[in-house]
């Protein structure tokens, strides 16, 4: 594969700290050197691993040859995991939650994802009576909105057999509209709240027929644990009072909630973003932009963007901003209590790599992808 300027970058950002794991620098550092823009990258090791899986079937992955052999070196390295763990664990199909808007009803995804939260923060917002996109009222009532929703996936999201309640419950409109009138329209709640850390990668897709896939996957952060398995290329709240304590057979709570709209008039949209703490804050922005405020599916994902809370490697949980808003706009905003952070980018990383695929009707398929990502929109 030719080596895009984001893994350019990232690889040479992290190699020095990845010398005492050879896997990662034999794959991302050859010769000590760190991946080089447009370079060549050959994964010989990986290319094996896949002709394995084609040879011996996907179940390989886990019950067979390659799952033993990844759980054998895991276990050699230090990890937890082990090959019997590989043996015993098996997909799932769950309902999704939704939630009703004006005009469309959205899904996502249930624990342990925060699916909940994202669907909280628009039936939230839709409750507060914003009638135009990018001012005052638009950015606060998100942030607000966003609050509310974290507080409850804070305390609600865990491994699914261990749920203190319903999220559906959080969903009906008694429940948002109570929500929603918490949201004070003037004056920003203080937030000091618990990030979830994570990074991603989302892929949509809609075929002819208008069969529409949300799908996202992880590693977790730029390269997940590091650990590359030198004969697979395949990489890699300790609180016990916590309801999201690790213990065996749980489920960890992770970032990934692929969302889908289904609009009224017959439209389907596929949409998210990679982004840890801000991939349910950026689906709210775009969808939102595009949905209610009717902006164009690429100017929805390419307007400037902002992030409550922690991110990479930050302790921070202050209100981030690309630095394209209007500084009168952000004056409002910190005369409203918002503890404002201005970021020196136009298109930060941090504000997550959004894209969006809608089906309409007729037969048009609408696509958008992010500047601040390597990503694209292709027909097949």
């Given at each position: 594969?030719?080596?895009?300027?984001?893994?350019?970058?990232?690889?040479?950002?992290?190699?020095?700290?990845?010398?005492?794991?050879?896997?990662?620098?034999?794959?991302?550092?050859?010769?000590?050197?760190?991946?080089?823009?447009e370079s060549l990258m050959?994964?010989?090791?990986?290319?094996?691993?896949?002709?394995?899986?084609?040879?011996?079937?996907?179940?390989?992955?886990?019950?067979?040859?390659?799952?033993?052999?990844?759980?054998?070196?895991?276990?050699?390295?230090?990890?937890?995991?082990?090959?019997?763990?590989?043996?015993?664990?098996?997909?799932?199909?769950?309902?999704?939650?939704?939630?009703?808007?004006?005009?469309?009803?959205?899904?996502?995804?249930?624990?342990?994802t925060p699916g909940l939260?994202?669907?909280?923060?628009?039936?939230?917002?839709?409750?507060?009576?914003?009638?135009?996109?990018?001012?005052?009222?638009?950015?606060?009532?998100?942030?607000?909105?966003?609050?509310?929703?974290?507080?409850?996936?804070?305390?609600?999201?865990?491994?699914?057999?261990?749920?203190?309640?319903?999220?559906?419950?959080?969903?009906?409109?008694?429940?948002?509209?109570?929500?929603?009138?918490?949201a004070d329209p003037r004056?920003?709640?203080?937030?000091?709240?618990?990030?979830?850390?994570?990074?991603?990668?989302?892929?949509?897709?809609?075929?002819?027929?208008?069969?529409?896939?949300?799908?996202?996957?992880?590693?977790?952060?730029?390269?997940?644990?590091?650990?590359?398995?030198?004969?697979?290329?395949?990489?890699?709240?300790?609180?016990?009072?916590?309801?999201?304590?690790?213990?065996?057979?749980?489920?960890?709570?992770?970032?990934?909630?692929?969302?889908?709209?289904?609009?009224?008039?017959?439209?389907?949209?596929?949409?998210?973003?990679?982004?840890?703490?801000?991939?349910?804050?950026?689906?709210?922005?775009?969808?939102?932009?595009?949905?209610?405020?009717?902006?164009?599916?690429?100017?929805?994902?390419?307007?400037?963007?902002?992030?409550?809370?922690?991110?990479?490697?930050?302790?921070?949980?202050?209100?981030?901003?690309?630095?394209?808003?209007?500084?009168?706009?952000?004056?409002?905003?910190?005369?409203?209590?918002?503890?404002?952070?201005?970021?020196?980018?136009?298109?930060?990383?941090?504000?997550?790599?959004?894209?969006?695929?809608?089906?309409?009707?007729?037969?048009?398929?609408?696509?958008?992808?992010?500047?601040?990502?390597?990503?694209?929109?292709?027909?097949?």
């Open positions: 594969m030719v080596v895009t300027e984001s893994l350019a970058e990232l690889a040479a950002e992290k190699s020095p700290q990845m010398t005492d794991a050879p896997g990662f620098i034999d794959n991302f550092a050859p010769g000590g050197q760190a991946l080089a823009l050959k994964q010989p090791a990986l290319a094996a691993t896949f002709e394995q899986l084609a040879k011996a079937g996907l179940n390989d992955f886990y019950r067979g040859e390659l799952g033993k052999a990844i759980g054998d070196e895991l276990s050699r390295l230090g990890s937890p995991l082990t090959a019997k763990d590989f043996t015993v664990y098996h997909a799932t199909q769950v309902a999704p939650l939704d939630t009703r808007l004006r005009g469309a009803r959205i899904f996502n995804l249930p624990p342990p939260a994202s669907l909280m923060i628009l039936g939230i917002f839709d409750r507060l009576g914003v009638t135009e996109a990018e001012g005052f009222d638009y950015i606060h009532g998100l942030v607000e909105a966003t609050k509310q929703a974290f507080r409850v996936r804070n305390r609600m999201v865990t491994d699914p057999d261990h749920l203190p309640g319903l999220p559906a419950n959080y969903l009906t409109p008694s429940k948002l509209a109570e929500l929603s009138a918490k004056n920003a709640l203080p937030w000091t709240d618990p990030a979830m850390p994570g990074d991603t990668a989302w892929m949509g897709c809609i075929d002819s027929e208008g069969r529409t896939v949300s799908f996202i996957q992880s590693t977790f952060w730029e390269f997940g644990s590091g650990v590359v398995l030198k004969d697979t290329g395949i990489s890699f709240s300790l609180d016990p009072s916590s309801i999201k304590a690790l213990a065996p057979g749980r489920k960890p709570v992770h970032t990934l909630n692929p969302a889908l709209a289904q609009f009224d008039d017959g439209r389907v949209m596929s949409y998210c973003t990679m982004g840890g703490e801000g991939q349910p804050q950026t689906q709210a922005m775009v969808f939102t932009r595009y949905a209610l405020f009717n902006q164009p599916l690429q100017k929805a994902i390419t307007a400037p963007r902002w992030l409550l809370g922690q991110t990479w490697g930050d302790i921070t949980t202050t209100l981030k901003f690309e630095n394209r808003f209007d500084p009168a706009l952000l004056d409002q905003l910190k005369l409203a209590r918002h503890d404002i952070e201005l970021l020196n980018e136009a298109f930060s990383d941090t504000m997550g790599h959004a894209g969006a695929l809608v089906w309409k009707p007729d037969g048009i398929i609408e696509g958008g992808a992010d500047p601040r990502s390597d990503d694209c929109v292709a027909a097949l």
